[in-house]
């Protein structure tokens, strides 16, 4: 029997786990969370004996003399001071990691009440914030040093909610004490374990599945076959994603889902999924785009190994390229990364007694799931109810069914509530990645340094299924020509089917990896007219009025110059420095249906806002409540945003194309307007009860090859520029940014989204990569060089606002993606203008980062 102390209550126990499963699980203290189960991201950091210590490697045979402190066991006075100050210094996004950096600051203030900012660097430097970039962090637990130093009350924060004000987000509280509840906080009473048993191979013809030892297990409920799934597809835009490989079908990737097992306790569940016995006939995989596109190559889907072929023309690049004074052609490589998302892929199904389901999960569209798992059961829409928790982080990579449909189709056949959740290494094997993709591209400009033409060429690696390859190499494509003003443009891009794992929409969409090749394009044809980078992407630079090279005309609150301008003394400061710059699209554009859609609601004296934009960090609920209380007049007290819930909130799309913001956003406009008028009137919140408005917004484009003179390919586009400094140690030192954002609607926010945007697009330039070895994925955790405290460069962020109140969105544009965009061929640039060594591949070669 082990007896130890957790926030002063003695516990005993006979069985030795590791302490992160018994707060988890036998004390049900869920503000320690598992993010990777290994040691390697901080998340459930806690103090044992007056140290930090990782709950996931500690084991409770080791407690006998170390005192436990969780989230939940800090004082009272603990608790407010770092809500206040993670509030007030816009510390918090996806909020996973938040209640393991609280202890890890409790450790260092426990000490040190008057640490530097290196002082707290060393101490979160355990504790891995995909999000934020860490630099809200390190402000937010100095500033709870000094509220502890000096024994300050609890300052009082701005609650006006005008925009351009510093309103706390409106989860910052349950997010830093661990209260908010992620799907995997969760336990419903009767509640079973599923497991997918995934394919041995990534091509492998499934001879057959002998599930009886499995089903002879006494903890087994029950396994599921293919046969089992009324229909045995999922997939956003083209359904060819297998629920489970049946017998005799072929595999196509080492995720694969060959059966799904359920148990009455998950420590049995990998007991139980060994004891299914799959033989396999192993074929030889198609690894690379090159190999699929071969005349003889064996198919992996039914309709060809293609997936998506783009084309986009517009002038004669050719003509306008062979009569260029200078020409610039280069290949290019980027490869496959990882979301790394703080919280892996969790879902909860539970039956309703109306032959329903409920679905409890951590997306980014509770429609989308909605609709897929309904799909699958061949059911109508409305039995599935789909209910959104906290989302820890998604990046793109929480768009597609990874545990959704296996937990619905789980429940569906045993009438019980099930629990399917990834291990980190299930997630980091199974989840989309960011497209692998070869670049060709041609950039010319004429004697005087006035670009004329670039002609480009992508061939994209989509994996395994289709996921969002199309509409990502679309996106690659139409942004592949930069953020300037020239007419020959020309652009072909075709992603193939391989074995691998499958591609997925990442934070950036296709932009993050041409835009690296053409900016370092734009500094070799610079170098050979015999300009400088910063003169010469100031002279092409696109201006309000200007066409872009897809044709689309430059806004007059376009700000590209500005962003220029902006970072101009940083890049004269040194000459260890490199720059660029890029554009990104807000909302899906390209012709296709695009909604955003807000319901107020006034109960109980407040305004409840109802929308099912998902937030997977940026704080969407937050600048919905900027929106109507600007436009009101109300206070932000008197707001309660909801969840997303399919019952519940209106379908306004999916978080991403960095839509929310504009798209949710105006519809709150739209709808706060109606309340607005009403309360002019004489109305009070009182009189109104039970009332509802309404607002929608719809985003009108022209499809992909238009043949207007000036298509409307999107609604709106950000634009920002970067100048990356490398130290005399050969690393990244100093990271300078600006972005037009049209309207900074939350400062904080907006600033914490470009740090750790900044910081995300460093790691993909110079640390990041997802290795595979013959399909099979080689990477952990810990190796997927995801930047820690210690590496983070000084970041310093401008904002251009042109933007107007009588925009959409009071003017706003979308900064989620643009924000980790520029950052990789900007670090190339500055390498190459210190050792003349160009750097085409991902992540950079011969820099002071090791790999």
């Keep these: 029997m082990f007896k130890f102390q957790i926030n002063g209550q003695w516990h005993e126990t006979a069985t030795d786990k590791t302490l992160l499963q018994y707060l988890r699980d036998d004390l ?7 993010g990777c189960a290994a040691g390697a991201c901080g998340a459930c950091t806690v103090i044992a004996g007056g140290k930090k210590v990782k709950a996931c490697v500690l084991k409770v045979s080791q407690l006998a003399d170390k005192p436990v402190v969780t989230i939940e066991g800090l004082t009272e006075r603990e608790k407010d001071v770092y809500v206040y100050a993670f509030g007030e210094c816009g510390a918090v996004q996806c909020g996973f990691c938040i209640p393991g950096m609280v202890m890890s600051a409790k450790a260092l203030l426990d000490e040190n009440l008057n640490p530097t900012r290196d002082d707290v660097k060393l101490a979160i430097n355990g504790n891995i914030c995909r999000c934020t970039g860490y630099v809200k962090i390190e402000d937010a637990i100095l500033l709870a040093a000094k509220l502890f130093r000096e024994n300050s009350p609890i300052p009082e924060s701005d609650r006006s909610g005008k925009i351009g ?39 492998a013809v499934v001879e057959h599945i002998d599930i009886s030892k499995a089903l002879a ?8 076959l293919a046969k089992d799934v009324p229909f045995n597809k999922t997939g956003h835009i083209i359904q060819d994603w297998d629920v489970l490989i049946a017998e005799g079908d072929t595999t196509r990737y080492i995720g694969d889902a060959i059966a799904l097992v359920a148990t009455e306790h998950k420590d049995t569940l990998d007991e139980v999924c060994n004891l299914v016995d799959v033989t396999y006939t192993e074929l030889t995989p198609i690894l690379t785009p090159e190999a699929a596109m071969a005349p003889d190559a064996p198919l992996i889907h039914s309709g060809g190994n293609m997936l998506s072929h783009q084309v986009l023309n517009r002038g004669d690049a050719d003509a306008a390229i062979k009569a260029a004074k200078y020409v610039v052609t280069r290949h290019y ?5 990882d979301h790394a998302f703080m919280e892996p892929e969790c879902a909860i199904a539970e039956p309703r007694e109306d032959g329903g389901l409920n679905l409890y999960t951590g997306g980014q569209s509770v429609y989308d799931e909605q609709r897929e798992v309904s799909r699958m059961l061949k059911v109508d829409q409305s039995e599935i109810h789909v209910h959104s928790m906290l989302v820890g982080g998604g990046f793109g990579g929480k768009e597609d069914m990874s545990v959704q449909h296996h937990a619905a189709l789980m429940a569906w056949h045993t009438k019980r509530p099930v629990k399917v959740k990834f291990s980190r290494q299930e997630s980091l094997d199974i989840h989309v990645k960011r497209h692998a993709m070869e670049m060709d591209i041609t950039t010319a400009c004429d004697e ?15 994996g395994a299924y289709a996921s969002l390859g199309g509409p990502v190499l679309q996106r690659a494509c139409t942004h592949s020509g930069g953020p300037y003003h020239y007419e020959n443009f020309s652009v072909e891009g075709t992603c193939y089917y391989t074995n691998n794992v499958p591609g997925g929409a990442f934070r950036g969409f296709g932009v993050t990896q041409s835009v690296f090749g053409q900016e370092i394009n734009i500094d070799l044809l610079a170098e050979m007219v015999g300009m400088d980078p910063w003169e010469f992407r100031y002279k092409n630079a696109v201006r309000p009025g200007e066409s872009l090279p897809n044709g689309q005309l430059a806004g007059p609150e376009t700000g590209l110059v500005e962003c220029l301008e902006a970072v101009k003394e940083a890049y004269y400061a040194s000459p260890r420095t490199g720059l660029a710059v890029c554009m990104k699209n807000s909302g899906i554009g390209v012709g296709l249906p695009d909604t955003g859609r807000v319901r107020l609601e006034v109960r109980d004296g407040k305004v409840r806002i109802r929308t099912s934009a998902a937030c997977i960090g940026q704080g969407l609920g937050t600048v919905a409540t900027h929106i109507l209380c600007e436009t009101t007049g109300i206070s932000p007290d008197d707001v309660i945003v909801e969840a997303p819930d399919t019952d519940r909130t209106p379908d306004s799309g999916t978080t991403t194309a960095s839509r929310q913001t504009v798209f949710t956003g105006e519809a709150t406009h739209v709808a706060a307007q109606e309340l607005k008028a009403v309360l002019d009137s004489g109305k009070t919140l009182k009189d109104l009860e039970g009332c509802e408005y309404y607002g929608e917004y719809h985003g009108i484009t022209d499809p992909m090859g238009s043949d207007k003179p000036h298509p409307v390919s999107h609604v709106a586009y950000g634009y920002g520029a970067c100048v990356a400094t490398i130290d005399e140690k050969n690393f990244v030192s100093k990271m300078d940014v600006a972005f037009d954002v049209g309207r900074v609607i939350n400062p904080k926010a907006c600033e914490g989204q470009v740090e750790g945007g900044t910081l995300m697009g460093m790691g993909y330039g110079v640390t990041e990569d997802f290795k595979m070895d013959n399909g099979r994925a080689v990477t952990k955790y810990g190796t997927l060089g995801l930047l820690r405290a210690k590496q983070r460069p000084d970041i310093t962020v ?5 933007g107007t109140p009588d925009q959409m969105a009071y003017g706003a544009k979308g900064i989620g993606e643009i924000a980790s965009i520029p950052m990789a061929p900007a670090i190339s640039n500055a390498y190459r203008h210190i050792d003349k060594e160009e750097r085409r591949r991902l992540p950079l070669q011969h820099t002071g980062y090791k790999r």
């Design 165 to 203: 004000t510093l309103l706390h987000r409106v989860d910052a509280k349950e997010k830093t004490l661990g209260t908010g509840l992620y799907t995997d906080d969760m336990v419903l009473p009767g509640m079973i374990y599923a497991k997918a048993v995934r394919s041995k191979y990534p091509r």
């Design 333 to 337: 490589s980027t490869p496959q990364t």
């Design 798 to 802: 401008h904002f251009v606002e042109k």
């Design 448 to 462: 005087e340094g006035n670009l004329v033409a670039s002609k480009v060429v992508i061939v994209s690696d989509g």
């Design 217 to 224: 297990h006494p903890d087994c409920v029950t396994v599921l």
């Design 28 to 34: 049900h203290l869920t503000g320690t969370k598992d």
